[in-house]
């Protein structure tokens, strides 16, 4: 550990984030601070007061400045690209650099709670409440929402035909037999699904249902050639479908209802709870909002995400 470090308490290999006019205006703010003191002192106590006036401009009022904001997150928000959308307007308008770990909701969660993320991005109201209710987690902020939809391939879409809703759809798939990819890996989709077959009536571990235990980009690719159906949040599949061979055979219903929040780390956990609250706070601005708005509209026609009221 260098000496600065050593003084301002922080871990080696931590970088420094943030626009470079940033970085520009404090050193030519330092540069005429050292001008003023060296006319007023000597050159030995001068150079005492520029080394303490130094610690002090680096390890004070930066607000975390100096270290990733460490974002834990659904696959869906990475595979679909709205993150890097996102985030170069976040860094910009915060000065801080973000480390994505896109892990699944429950996975998110879990890093949030035991003090290895310092802001989620999840989808799984379920299992957010759960971790609200135990103290696992701070504060939730409800940021987007878009829909779930069922895909399959083109030529299966019969399958499906008359369902009035989900739930009748895919009585409909385990009734043909026909086979259903499942994410498998504890995610808000994975949840999603597993709510579904049950008020189906379909059990979970059902032979015609294949666990991917995988991100929504991978379970997509899993269904293709397996020539099976999977649920899939719209944004992802819009993202990831071409070439594929996948179809939507079923959208719409308060079932399919995908509601995405940032979830604050519990004070107790020593994550950065203050970094966490700015990505909120940007994810609610009109600047966040108006990109999540717009994302997918001029390449797909419409918005994949819609900001929440």
């Known amino acids: 550990m260098n000496p ?3 003084r301002c308490g922080a871990s080696t290999g931590e970088t420094l984030s943030g626009p470079s006019s940033l970085v520009t205006g404090r050193r030519l703010s330092r540069l005429r601070a ?4 060296h006319g007023m002192f000597s050159r030995r106590t001068f150079a005492s007061l520029v080394l303490a ?3 002090l401009v680096s390890c004070s009022g930066d607000g975390g400045r100096g270290k990733p904001l460490r974002l834990a997150t659904t696959t869906s928000v990475q595979d679909s690209g709205l993150l890097a959308a996102l985030l170069p307007a976040f860094s910009e308008s915060s000065g801080r650099a973000v480390e ?3 892990v699944g909701s429950g996975k998110a969660l879990e890093l949030l709670h035991t003090g290895q993320a310092d802001v989620a991005l999840t989808h799984s109201p379920v299992d957010e409440d759960k971790a609200l209710a135990a103290g696992e987690v701070g504060a939730r902020t409800p940021v987007m929402r878009n829909e779930f939809v069922l895909v ?3 030529d299966h879409d019969n399958v499906v035909a008359g369902a009035t809703d989900v739930v009748g759809a895919l009585r409909a798939i385990a009734d043909s037999n026909q086979r259903f990819v499942s994410r498998g890996d504890g ?3 994975h949840q999603r699904e597993q709510e579904l077959w049950t008020a189906a009536g379909v059990p ?3 032979p015609f249902i294949v666990s991917a235990q995988a991100g929504m980009g991978e379970t997509l690719k899993a269904a293709a050639r397996e020539q099976a159906f999977t649920l899939s949040d719209r944004a992802t599949f819009f993202a990831r479908r071409s070439g594929l061979g996948l179809v939507i055979v079923f959208q719409a219903g308060h079932a399919l209802d995908n509601i995405y929040s940032v979830i604050e780390p519990a004070p107790s956990t ?3 709870v203050a970094g966490a609250r700015t990505f909120a706070s940007f994810m609610r601005s009109e600047r966040g909002r108006s990109l999540i708005g717009s994302f997918g509209v001029q390449t797909y026609g419409e918005p994949l995400f819609t900001p929440v009221d």
Do not use: E, W
């Not at 050292?34 to 003191?37: A, D, E, F």
């Open 53 to 55: 006036f130094s610690t």
């Open 204 to 206: 979970a571990d059902s």
């Open 270 to 272: 020593g994550a950065d």
């Open 152 to 154: 399959g391939p083109a």
């Open 100 to 102: 994505v770990n896109a």
């Open 34 to 37: 050292y001008s003023i003191l």
């Open 187 to 189: 995610s808000g989709t």
């Open 4 to 6: 600065q470090s050593a």
